[in-house]
Structures are given as structure tokens and as C-alpha cells.
């Protein structure tokens, strides 16, 4: 009896190394991982959107949602954290608007990311001390712009 929980518990060791070790499970081809990378980047990206529109209507339009502007302050914040690791070689072909320059020139890139990191967190600083939305409109314009200007260098827009 002892034996066989022994026995038992090594092929679960087993198993589980195996799988850390990458021997076991679903094995994806190189291009499922492009496009699950593709489809995560995307959606992030839209989700960037949906937070700087959400943002637009209170800190522009005045929308009478002033308590939520922390949440999303915070999550672009979070998702401009390193926008280049979305974009690995090999990532560049398939349903995607990213340009060959990502990989060209990747160090305008990584400026252009944390230009538009800098930006949010100026803009999240500014939210938490509770600035008014006057003080908040040029620190969310600086944010705009910096998509703006990765976008006109790195994705296709036709
Ligand atoms: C460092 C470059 C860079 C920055 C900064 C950047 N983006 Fe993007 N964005 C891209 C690229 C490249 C694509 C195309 C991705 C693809 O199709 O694979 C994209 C795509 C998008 C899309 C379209 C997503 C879709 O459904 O295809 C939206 C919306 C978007 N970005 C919003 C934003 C917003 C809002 C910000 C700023 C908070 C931002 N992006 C900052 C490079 C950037």
C-alpha cells in the first residue's frame, strides 16, 4: 500500500515536470502563438481606447463620473508598461495593422512606448492628488497625442 502512494506520487512528479518542462500538453505551432499574441495585443489596444474615451467624457465633457477616473488612469497606466514586449519577432504578419518599422527600428519604438508610459503616469499623479479638470486636460492631450504619434510611425492606418 505504502509502495503504490509511493509510486503514485512519483508519476504525478513526473507529470508535472514534464509539463513544466514543456514535454506534455497542447503544442502550438509557431503561427498560434503569432496570432494569440496578435489577438491579445489588439485587445489590449482597444481596451486602451475604451479608457481614454471613458476618460475624454469626464475630464473634457464632464461626465459625472469623477470617482471612476482613477480606474481608468490606472489601467493605461498598467498596459503602456511595456508595449514593445506585445510585439515579438515574427508577430508581423497575419490580421495585424503593426508595421515592418516596429522591427526595424525598434529602439524609436521603445521611445515612443515610454514617452506614452510617462504621459499616463504624469496623468494618474495628477488624477490621484485631485486635480481639477482644467489641470487634467494638457496631461490627457500629452497621453492622446503619444498614441497618436507611435501610431502614425508603427501601424497601418488605410
Ligand atoms: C509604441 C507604439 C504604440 C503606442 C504608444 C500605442 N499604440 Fe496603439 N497600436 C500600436 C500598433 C503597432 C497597433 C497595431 C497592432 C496590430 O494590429 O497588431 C496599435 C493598435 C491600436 C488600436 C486598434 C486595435 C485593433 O482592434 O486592431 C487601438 C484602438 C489603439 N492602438 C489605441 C491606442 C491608445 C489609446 C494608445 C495610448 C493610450 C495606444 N494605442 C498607444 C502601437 C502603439
Redesign the pocket.
Known amino acids: 500500500m505504502h509502495r503504490m502512494l509511493m509510486n503514485a506520487r512519483n508519476v504525478l512528479v513526473g507529470s508535472a515536470m514534464a509539463l513544466a518542462l514543456g514535454l506534455s500538453g497542447p503544442v502550438y505551432s509557431f503561427d498560434d502563438g503569432a496570432e494569440v499574441t496578435?489577438d491579445y495585443?489588439?485587445?489590449l489596444?482597444?481596451a486602451?481606447?475604451g479608457?481614454?474615451s471613458s476618460t475624454a467624457a469626464i475630464v473634457v465633457d464632464g461626465a459625472d463620473f469623477r470617482d471612476n477616473l482613477l480606474v481608468h488612469t490606472r489601467y493605461?497606466v498598467d498596459?503602456?508598461r511595456d508595449?514593445?514586449a506585445?510585439?515579438p519577432e515574427g508577430?508581423d504578419f497575419g490580421?495585424?495593422?503593426?508595421?515592418m518599422s516596429?522591427w526595424e527600428d525598434p529602439e524609436r519604438?521603445?521611445e515612443?512606448?515610454r514617452?506614452?508610459?510617462e504621459a499616463?503616469v504624469a496623468l494618474h499623479e495628477a488624477v490621484e492628488q485631485g486635480d481639477d479638470a482644467a489641470a487634467l486636460m494638457p496631461r490627457f492631450r500629452n497621453?492622446?497625442e503619444?498614441?497618436?504619434?507611435?501610431?502614425e510611425?508603427?501601424?497601418?492606418t488605410d
Do not use: K
Open positions: 496578435i495585443r489588439q485587445g489596444m482597444r486602451l481606447g479608457n481614454m493605461i498596459a503602456t508595449i514593445p506585445l510585439f508577430s490580421e495585424t495593422d503593426a508595421l516596429i519604438f521603445e515612443l512606448s514617452e506614452n508610459h499616463a497621453v492622446g503619444s498614441c497618436r504619434a507611435c501610431h510611425d508603427f501601424r497601418r
